[in-house]
Nanobody, 124 residues
Framework: QVQLVESGGGLVQPGGSLRLSCAAS????????IGWFRQAPGKEREGVSC????????DYADSVKGRFTISRDNAKNTVYLQMNSLKPEDTAVYYC?????????????????WGQGTQVTVSS
């Protein structure tokens, strides 16, 4: 069964940290670009970060640069999103997705397979 499963979300205070995981089963992440996206209520889906499979290059939305770090562990078939210095405006459902691209992008419509999402809430 082909699956992408996100985990690691939760409730955290402003300034705190979370690490999201995106675990794949039924296929190998090595061959895909991976993106993290988020969607808050009433807002459009936003590209947060992405990592390429060809050269490991990464990209980040301006709103998270310097605070979030994406990484991949091909041995574990998992991609991570380390989120530090969290702000209330980071509150959203976070999704990981795969794209059959050599170079990852932050455009959600480049991605064709999505996980179910994990809720991140930043609040005091």
């Amino acid at each position: 069964q082909v699956q992408l499963v996100e985990s690691g979300g939760g409730l955290v205070q402003p300034g705190g940290s979370l690490r999201l995981s995106c675990a794949a089963s039924g296929f190998t992440l090595d061959y895909y670009a991976i993106g993290w996206f988020r969607q808050a209520p009433g807002k459009e889906r936003e590209g947060v970060s992405c990592i390429s499979n060809s050269d490991g290059s990464t990209d980040y939305a301006d709103s998270v640069k310097g605070r979030f770090t994406i990484s991949r562990d091909n041995a574990k078939n998992t991609v991570y999103l380390q989120m530090n210095s969290l702000k209330p405006e980071d509150t959203a459902v976070y999704y990981c997705a795969t794209a059959p691209l050599a170079i990852a992008t932050l455009r959600w419509d480049d991605y064709d397979y999505w996980g179910q999402g994990t809720q991140v809430t930043v609040s005091s």
